[in-house]
């Protein structure tokens, strides 16, 4: 079993709608959760970070966790083209400063 | 802040010959960095650990005599591909913690062994 599981995609949203990407995770120690939005070619950038149970948003992005599920979200309200990409999940371990990544989401906002 | 910056973006070497990537701390001081590696269409997969004044910790699978990991400084951290091939062509990635939960990542660097 992976670590960190990501569906690849692709997933297809039309412009303005929310995108919904999901992340599970299979070591419950886990503590810290990451999504990482990485264009082709380019290095990961930080989209939003989450330590505890339930909702943190940030702008048109939310981030959901839900520790007894082993699992955790992103909503994208509003999607625009620029938010094409692929999106990574990352888990931080207690104890380990490694971080795991899930194989990315890759999302296409359709015009 | 926190920021990272690595070079070079791009290097064109012969195979057989060694390539250098360097990845600094600006603004912080980074204990500890990690070298990612990143085949196309694949996630970022963990290659080391570097520590600033002790050796490297390489992850299962990786060759230590080929990755050549250096972190003399609390701001540099240096990869070096040793006699390259083709199959090492990749886009190689530094990322360094800067507070308990945050990590940079710099800009990465595409190999390509010809």
């Known amino acids: 079993q992976k670590e960190v599981e990501q569906n690849s995609g692709p997933l297809s949203v039309p412009e303005g709608a929310i995108a919904s990407l999901n992340c599970t995770y299979s070591?419950?120690?886990?503590?810290?959760f990451f999504w990482y939005r990485q264009y082709s070619g380019k290095s990961p950038e930080l989209i939003m970070s989450?330590?505890?149970?339930g909702d943190k948003e940030d702008g048109r992005f939310t981030a959901q966790l839900n520790k007894a599920s082993q699992y955790v979200s992103l909503l994208i309200r509003d999607s625009q083209p620029s938010d094409s990409a692929t999106y990574l999940c990352?888990?931080?371990?207690?104890?380990?400063?490694?971080?795991?990544f899930g194989t990315g989401t890759r999302l296409t906002i359709i015009p | 802040g926190a920021v990272v910056s690595q070079h070079p973006s791009r290097v064109i070497c012969k195979s057989g010959t060694s390539v250098k990537i360097e990845c600094r701390s600006l603004?912080?001081?980074?204990?500890?960095m990690f070298w990612y590696r990143q085949f196309p269409k694949q996630s970022l997969m963990l290659m080391a650990t570097?520590?600033?004044?002790?050796?490297?910790?390489?992850e299962q699978g990786v060759e230590k005599d080929k990755f050549l990991i250096n972190h003399a400084s609390l701001t540099l951290s240096t990869l070096t591909v040793t006699s390259a091939h083709p199959e090492d062509s990749s886009f190689y990635i530094c990322?360094?913690?800067?507070?308990?939960?945050?990590?940079?990542f710099g800009s990465g660097t595409r190999l390509t062994v010809v």
């Open positions: 070591d419950r120690v886990s503590q810290s």
């Open positions: 570097s520590n600033e004044g002790s050796k490297a910790t390489y």
């Open positions: 989450i330590y505890s149970n």
């Open positions: 603004d912080f001081q980074a204990t500890t």
């Open positions: 990322s360094a913690s800067w507070t308990v939960h945050g990590y940079t």
């Open positions: 990352a888990v931080n371990n207690f104890g380990n400063e490694k971080l795991t």
